[in-house]
């Protein structure tokens, strides 16, 4: 059974620095791609980023809004993905999904909420 | 990037009923090399995490009832919902997988 698991949320200052986790089980990690999906309270999701596999380079691709502010990685040796975010702004609180795309359908963890306040 | 289109905003049904949701997409979905079609559909409830309950266009994830069905005539796209029951009170969004950013519908929020 495919798992996802995600941690590392939590209240973070205007400007601020945060790094999630996303812990993977049950399926072919390190030939997978990892997304990353938010949602604000009230709204629907918005994709953030996406890291691919070493195949391809683990590259990577963020939504235009996140350029240059969050970084992902992984770790193909531990099955886990990170979401580096820096310079933190209001409206990046929302609840952070990871999500794995396979030929059996897409495959969510349950979130960690990322809240930026003063 | 690809724009999802989905309508109503909100659907009142009575218990028993047919729901109808649906998607436009602003490019083609199909992959012509697999005949596929890059469009899922989630079932979210308030304080939990979207739900899978449709991919590839039509395919149903394991474990959700034969009462949700997906269909598509181009780059329309149906979800449909027969025999509406209590628990399927919920926001529904569409979602193409066919191209990065990954985009969603606005939703549609069903009541019963």
């Known amino acids: 059974e495919v798992q996802l698991v995600e941690s590392g949320g939590g209240l973070v200052q205007p400007g601020g620095s945060l790094k999630i986790s996303c812990a993977a089980a049950g399926f072919n990690f390190s030939a997978s791609a990892i997304h990353w999906v938010r949602q604000a309270s009230g709204k629907g999701p918005e994709w953030v980023g996406r890291?691919?596999?070493?195949?391809?380079?683990?590259?990577?691709d963020y939504l235009e809004s996140v350029k240059g502010r969050f970084t992902l990685s992984r770790d193909d040796s531990e099955k886990k993905a990170f979401l580096q975010m820096s310079r933190l702004k209001i409206e990046d609180t929302a609840v952070y999904y990871c999500?794995?795309?396979?030929?059996?359908?897409?495959?969510w963890g349950r979130g960690t909420m990322v809240t930026v306040s003063s | 990037d690809i724009v999802m289109t989905q309508s109503p905003d909100s659907l009142a049904v009575s218990l028993g009923e047919r729901a109808t949701i649906t998607c436009k997409s602003s490019?083609?979905?199909?992959?012509?090399?697999?005949?596929?079609?890059?469009l899922a559909w989630y079932q979210q409830r308030p304080g939990q995490p979207p739900k899978l309950l449709i991919y590839?266009?039509?395919s149903r994830q394991s474990g959700v009832p034969d009462r949700f069905s997906g269909s598509a005539s181009g780059t329309d796209f149906t979800l449909t919902i027969t025999g509406l029951q209590a628990e399927d009170a919920a926001v529904y969004y569409c979602?193409?997988?066919?191209?990065?950013?990954?985009?969603f519908g606005g939703g549609t929020q069903v009541e019963i």
């Open positions: 999500v794995c795309i396979r030929d059996d359908g897409a495959h």
């Open positions: 590839w266009t039509s």
């Open positions: 490019q083609t979905l199909l992959d012509s090399s697999n005949r596929k079609k890059y």
């Open positions: 890291v691919r596999s070493k195949n391809k380079n683990f590259a990577t």
């Open positions: 979602q193409q997988y066919f191209d990065i950013p990954l985009t």
